[in-house]
C-alpha cells in the first residue's frame, strides 16, 4: 500500500506520510511520558529555566574543549538555531580563562548561492559562519582564541570540511536544534521523485550520506524567514550546505536542545517517541538518531507545550 501524499508539500517526503496512529500517540504525550522514553542510549533531561537550559547547553562546549591537548585535539559541532547559547560560552572562556590552543570547532552548515555556485560570503545577513564569529569567536580574548585553522566551516566544495573529520581530531559532541520539518542540521527529508516517488530512502540509504548540498524543504525556508528574517522568505535561501550522516555518526554524543521556539509541541513529541522506540523512517531525519549510540534531547519545560485545540 502507498504511503499518502504529503499534506504540506505533495512532491515532498515528511512527517505527514506517516502512519497517522504514531502521529495520535505522539501528541498525546504528556511532559512526564516524554520524561520517561529515555532507554540506553537516549537519555531525556529537562530544565526548569531558561538560564539553566542555555547555561546547560553552553557547559558542552567547556566541556568538550577543556579535554583538548596537543596530542588530542578535540571539538565540539555546533548549531545557529538555537544561538542563545553562543555569547554564554565566550563568556565562559574568558572569565575561566580556558587556552582554545588545540580545541576544534564545526560549523553544522550554511546557506548556498545557487546562482553564485557557492556558499553566501560572510557578510550575507543570514551566514551562519557570520553568526558563530560574531556571537562567540570575535567575543574571545585573542590571547585565548582558537586558530583559524581550527575552525572548520562548510563550504561548496565540501572536500576540506568532511576531511577535516576524519583528520584525527575527536568530536566530543554534535550540538543541533530540531526544525519543524524534523532534521538536525540541514538533513531535510528528500523530494518525491525518481527511486523515491513511492517511498523514502531506507534508513541506510539516508545515513550513507555525508556533508553536501541539499535543497530544502518549503517548510524549512518558511521556518528559517520566520525564525531569522521576520517572515521575509524571499530573502531565505533555497538550498543549503550541510553536515551528513556520515559525520554525525563520527561524533560520540549528539545532544538535540528544543527550547519550544524552532520545532512545535507535535515535532518535540514525535521525534522522541521515535527515536525511543527505534522507529527510523527517513521522512522524519531526526528519527534516523535512534540509531547512534549517544543521543540526548534536552527540554525547557516551558517550551514543550501541549497538542490539544485552541483557537487563537
Known amino acids: 500500500m502507498s504511503r499518502p501524499l504529503s499534506s504540506i508539500a505533495p512532491g515532498w517526503w515528511d512527517y505527514t506520510t506517516l502512519d497517522p496512529a504514531l502521529i495520535r500517540e505522539a501528541a498525546a504525550l504528556t511532559a512526564r511520558d ?3 522514553l529515555s532507554r540506553p542510549g537516549f537519555r531525556v533531561v ?3 529555566t531558561l538560564e539553566d537550559f542555555y547555561l546547560a547547553e553552553a557547559l558542552e562546549y567547556i566541556q568538550a574543549w577543556k579535554q583538548a591537548t596537543a596530542a588530542q585535539p578535540v571539538g565540539i559541532c555546533g548549531p545557529i538555531g538555537p544561538t542563545e547559547q553562543l555569547p554564554l560560552v565566550a563568556r565562559l572562556v574568558n572569565e575561566l580563562g580556558i587556552s582554545l590552543r588545540h580545541a576544534h570547532f564545526w560549523g553544522m552548515d550554511e546557506w548556498y548561492d545557487g546562482a553564485t555556485g557557492r556558499e553566501v560570503p560572510v557578510g550575507h545577513p543570514l551566514s551562519f559562519e557570520r553568526a558563530d564569529r560574531e556571537l562567540l569567536f ?3 580574548r585573542p590571547e585565548l582564541a582558537m586558530p583559524e585553522e581550527n575552525l572548520h566551516f562548510p563550504k561548496a566544495a565540501v572536500g576540506a570540511y568532511r576531511d577535516s573529520w576524519r583528520s584525527g581530531v575527536r568530536c566530543a559532541v554534535m550540538q543541533g536544534g530540531q526544525g519543524d520539518i524534523k532534521h538536525w542540521a540541514f538533513n531535510d527529508p528528500v523530494k518525491r521523485e525518481g527511486v523515491y516517488a513511492e517511498v523514502p530512502p531506507t534508513p541506510a540509504e539516508y545515513r550513507a550520506l555525508g556533508t ?3 535543497d530544502l524543504h518549503p517548510v524549512t525556508l518558511m521556518q528559517n524567514a520566520r525564525t531569522s528574517g521576520g517572515g521575509n522568505i524571499t530573502m531565505v535561501p ?3 550546505i550541510t553536515v551528513g550522516p556520515q559525520e554525525t555518526w563520527l561524533a560520540e554524543k549528539v545532544s538535540i536542545w528544543h527550547a519550544g521556539v524552532h520545532d512545535n509541541p507535535l515535532g518535540q513529541r514525535l521525534t522522541a517517541l521515535m527515536i525511543s522506540q527505534r522507529v527510523a523512517d527517513s521522512a522524519v531525519p531526526m528519527s534516523l538518531l535512534g540509531e547512534h549510540p549517544e543521543v540526548q ?3 525547557f519545560r516551558g517550551g514543550l507545550g501541549h497538542c490539544a485545540v485552541e483557537m487563537h
Do not use: L
Open 297 to 299: 534531547f534536552n527540554y
Open 34 to 36: 516524554v520524561a520517561q
Open 212 to 214: 553536501r548540498v541539499v
Open 138 to 140: 570575535g567575543r574571545i
Open 238 to 240: 533555497s538550498q543549503a
Open 46 to 48: 529537562f530544565y526548569d
